[in-house]
């Protein structure tokens, strides 16, 4: 009998979803720290998360599952799934594969800082997103 057989889903109905029926996911870098976005996740991307070990979201504007790295190839590889105290936020703990999270090409989603009432820049361009995804 397989390892996956004798898993039980249980653990979902323990996640109180939203009236949309998603949850918030953070996923940060294992090794960094650095959190490299936020995104949803509905029943189904959390329980094919768990069970392929790559994270999977649902784009709430595509309105369908969004694998991680399905276009550019920059994988989220899970380490760890944790759900906080209150049971209202996911959190994977990742290898970022080709370490780009941003459809920006950039590391992480979070590069702009607040600095004297603006929002500045602070992380590089790793790779033009036209070359990621193949947009002019």
Not at 128 to 134: F, M
Request: hydrophobic share 40%; with cysteine.
């Amino acid at each position: 009998m397989s390892r996956k057989a004798n898993v039980s889903a249980d653990w979902l109905d323990d996640v109180p979803w939203n009236e949309n029926g998603l949850i918030a996911a953070v996923a940060q870098e294992f090794s960094t720290k650095r959190v490299l976005t936020v995104a949803w996740m509905n029943r189904q991307a959390l329980e094919e998360t768990a069970s392929t070990q790559q994270a999977v979201y649902w784009s709430r504007s595509r309105k369908r599952l969004w694998r991680k790295g399905e276009q550019s190839g920059h994988v989220q590889k899970v380490r760890e799934v944790r759900i906080d105290c209150d049971s209202d936020a996911i959190l994977l703990l990742v290898e970022q594969v080709g370490g780009i999270a941003c459809h920006t090409g950039r590391e992480s989603c979070f590069f702009r800082k607040l600095e004297k009432g603006r929002w500045v820049s602070t992380d590089p361009v790793l790779k033009d997103p036209a070359l990621i995804y193949g947009k002019k």
